[in-house]
């Protein structure tokens, strides 16, 4: 994109001309402003609270323009930034699977955005570009350097499919063995305030991908992150963090959160999954009676699709072995192996067949 000055007498009617700037020092960019009917080239000169600040292409002679970014945002302006034919290059250079030489030049165009993440809530070719940076950050394997950007991100105001990238990234991370730079990134999205109830549904998503790698303290604090916040994922939430909680061996707050609970019938989704949480803290109590009964009833009012299914199956078995009934823990173990091999609940359930014959052989 070639910057023109074709608008330039338009934007000199709402420069201000103050002399000194005041705002925040930052790198000057080029930048195209999108308004639904025009188009205005302009320099880029800083933020200072809510208002970017602006000046005309061209020598700077002191004048600036603030735009409230709010007022922007409700104009639905885009903000375009120029890069050269070299950045495109080194894009697709990366694509193919040569991050390492594409760095550099992505990094020439990145870094000067990162001072601006507060735009990001307008649309245009920031954030896509600062995403670019950490693809090819990742792709080199370059961890710290990428969790130091990522980290600054603004997750709250940037676009919402950010959530789920960041995600991805701490979930790579975990894959590598990035451990300490884990830890950052994931108390970055776990700390992040003021996220939309779509940003809260993308952020459950990624606990639930901790909660079924079993990292339960991940999971954990995420889901008390959204449970705390008035939506529709705050039920699913609250009885994902006694679930979680259960596992982490807490003694009381399972049940806590199982009694803040709204009332539920059979019919609401996750009614299941309650009389799992349920039957494991009976269960561990040595409530046997208590358990199966709630653990029938989750069965009962369960559904295959559901994630939690499989281990409520394992469940029922588990408890049905205790009480001596074998054809019917042999009948639960076998269903959960036979119709969910790749679950770590057909492995539990095979052991539990192979210590049942073990003991029905020994009879």
């Known amino acids: 994109m070639k910057l023109n000055t074709t608008n330039r007498s338009a934007f000199a009617l709402i420069i201000f001309l103050l002399g000194t700037l005041s705002c925040a020092q930052a790198v000057e960019l080029d930048v195209r402003l999108k308004y639904l009917n025009r188009l205005n080239d302009v320099v880029l000169t800083g933020i200072e609270n809510n208002e970017i600040v602006l000046r005309p292409i061209g020598s700077d002679l002191g004048g600036r323009a603030y735009l409230n970014i709010d007022e922007l945002q409700q104009q639905r302006v885009a903000l375009l930034f120029p890069f050269p034919e070299a950045y495109y290059n080194a894009v697709e250079q990366m694509e193919q699977g040569n991050a390492l030489a594409a760095l550099p030049q992505i990094q020439k165009e990145a870094v000067p955005l990162l001072d601006y993440f507060p735009l990001s809530v307008l649309p245009g070719n920031l954030m896509p570009t600062v995403l670019s940076y950490l693809d090819a950050l990742r792709g080199a394997q370059r961890w710290k350097d990428a969790v130091d950007v990522a980290i600054r991100i603004p997750l709250a105001i940037a676009p919402e499919a950010t959530v789920t990238y960041v995600g991805d990234m701490a979930l790579e991370l975990h894959h590598s063995g990035e451990i300490a730079a884990l830890d950052l990134l994931h108390a970055h999205i776990v700390q992040t305030r003021g996220m939309t109830d779509n940003q809260l549904a993308l952020a459950m998503e990624i606990a639930d991908q901790w909660r079924e790698r079993q990292e339960y303290l991940r999971a954990y604090q995420l889901y008390q992150k959204i449970q705390v916040v008035e939506s529709s994922q705050q039920t699913l939430a609250r009885l994902w963090v006694a679930y979680c909680s259960f596992y982490l061996g807490h003694e009381i707050v399972p049940q806590i959160f199982l009694d803040v609970l709204p009332e539920m019938d059979v019919t609401t989704y996750g009614y299941s999954l309650r009389e799992l949480i349920k039957a494991r803290l009976r269960y561990r109590e040595e409530a046997y009676d208590t358990a199966i009964r709630s653990a029938a009833e989750g069965k009962t009012y369960s559904n295959a699709t559901?994630?939690?299914?499989?281990?409520?199956?394992?469940?029922?078995?588990?408890?049905?072995?205790?009480?001596?009934?074998?054809?019917?823990?042999?009948?639960?173990?076998?269903?959960?192996?036979?119709?969910?091999?790749?679950?770590?609940?057909?492995?539990?359930?095979?052991?539990?067949?192979?210590?049942?014959?073990?003991?029905?052989?020994?009879?």
């Open 306 to 363: 559901d994630p939690w299914y499989p281990e409520l199956l394992y469940m029922v078995g588990l408890l049905y072995q205790q009480r001596g009934m074998d054809a019917a823990a042999n009948a639960a173990y076998s269903e959960v192996s036979i119709l969910f091999p790749a679950s770590p609940w057909a492995t539990e359930s095979l052991e539990a067949l192979e210590n049942l014959t073990s003991e029905l052989s020994t009879l």
